[in-house]
């Protein structure tokens, strides 16, 4: 095969300096681009870090647990949840809550509706409507006595609720929903 020569070099129509190409830049515009990036980083780090602590659910920092000033009751609970997620509320009863073998526990409507309490674990005996919420009877005839509702709330919002032995001091604490 012919070897091709070129009679005229090719031209860089860009200009040069110092023999580089001179392609113009913005030292200062790009440092401030650096610093932004950094912050957004930080932000993300932050924000993962956050997430894995439970700050917008499912984590340590979600989980609560409160007991009332008696002692006849412990409620474990997530201080925030998600919409449309399910979670357990977990409560125990001390010796002192069972009245004749049974647990009357009163249940504020935002459990209810707020919360959105799918299922009550196990069924109580009988239900009463009553002011501001449900009481419910269960037999308890084991110790510990332990009730559990699934929740799964609907929206977002702050939610407080009470939970109280009929006749005993009460539990009230609220929970963050978030979208």
Known sequence: MPEVSFSN????????????VAVGEDLQFQ???WRF???????????IILDLAGVFG?????????????GSMQVHYDRIERTGTP????VSFDPQ?????KIHLFVSNSIVEGLGN???VPSPESTVVGRGGLTY???????????????????????????????????????????
């Open 118 to 120: 799918q299922r009550v």
């Open 31 to 33: 440092q401030r681009w």
């Open 58 to 70: 499912r984590g340590p920092l979600a989980k609560a647990s409160q007991t009332s000033s008696d």
């Open 137 to 179: 009877t269960f037999p308890a005839s084991i110790q510990p006595a332990v009730i559990e509702f699934a929740l799964q709330p609907s929206g977002p919002g702050v939610y407080p609720f009470t939970l109280q032995v009929v006749g005993d001091a009460p539990v009230q604490a609220k929970v963050i929903v978030m979208p």
């Open 9 to 20: 070099p090719v031209k860089d129509s860009v200009a040069k300096v110092n023999n580089e």
């Open 87 to 90: 979670a357990i509320m977990q």
């Open 97 to 101: 809550a069972i009245t004749d073998g």
């Open 37 to 47: 990036e950094r912050l957004i980083w930080s932000l993300f780090f932050v924000i």
